[in-house]
T-cell receptor, first 118, second 113 residues
């Protein structure tokens, strides 16, 4: 149980392209979804938290107009990297929880998306 | 926010028990302690979660002392496939009461034949 599917697993595209990443909870309702970015040999950095039907909450230093998050249903959240540039190249990981934002419910992670901007 | 401190790396051999300790001195009353495992180019995978004393599941045990300022993940009889990065995560509450998960640097465990 508690499976999170993330697509695509890898994207290679030209600078200036917008890229959409999908995160789906397959067998539970994801009240809260988190989006992380991870650079090589580093830890996960939280980018934003989203709740179904409401605006995402972005961490300090993360541009909300650059990283558009939509949490349209209890099973789907999307991250769109707009006008991506080489410095946006990274490993993006989503996670989902069936608890609310104040909950300590464990997160269930997708397998990540390797984004490479040429 | 509860900050965690773990050893950067550990080495072990197949069949040995491995204990990874995480310090979280400013853990809040309502915070749980959760451990995750991450392989290269994959998302983290939930291992175990606890609040106090001891929790055991089919893959690990989690020991939490009474003051809850640290926790120890115990992996019995590790194998080569346990080579991964292990993160402890403590529920963090911002001033508004929202949970902000904060991953530390994690512990890179290498299991040798």
């Amino acid at each position: 149980g508690a499976v999170v599917s993330q697509h695509p697993s890898r994207v290679i595209c030209k600078s200036g392209t917008s890229v959409k990443i999908e995160c789906r909870s397959l067998d539970f309702q994801a009240t809260t979804m988190f989006w992380y970015r991870q650079f090589p040999k580093q830890s996960l950095m939280l980018m934003a938290t989203s709740n179904e039907g409401s605006k995402a909450t972005y961490e300090q230093g993360v541009e909300k107009d650059k990283f558009l998050i939509n949490h349209a249903s209890l099973t789907l959240s999307t991250l769109t990297v707009t006008s991506a540039h080489p410095e946006d190249s990274s490993f993006y990981i989503c996670s989902a929880s069936d608890g609310d934002r104040e909950s300590n419910q464990p997160q269930h992670f997708g397998d990540g998306t390797r984004l490479s901007i040429l | 926010l509860a900050k965690t401190t773990q050893p950067i790396s550990m080495d072990s051999y197949e069949g040995q028990e491995v204990n990874i300790t995480c310090s979280h001195n400013n853990i809040a009353t309502n915070d749980y302690i959760t451990w995750y495992q991450q392989f290269p180019s994959q998302g983290p995978r939930f291992i175990i979660q606890g609040y106090k004393t001891k929790v055991t599941n089919e893959v690990a045990s989690l020991f939490i002392p009474a003051d809850r300022k640290s926790s120890t993940l115990s992996l019995p009889r590790v194998s080569l496939s346990d080579t991964a990065v292990y993160y402890c995560l403590v529920g963090g509450s911002a001033s508004g009461g929202s949970y902000i998960p904060t991953f530390g640097r994690g512990t890179s465990l290498i299991v040798h034949p």
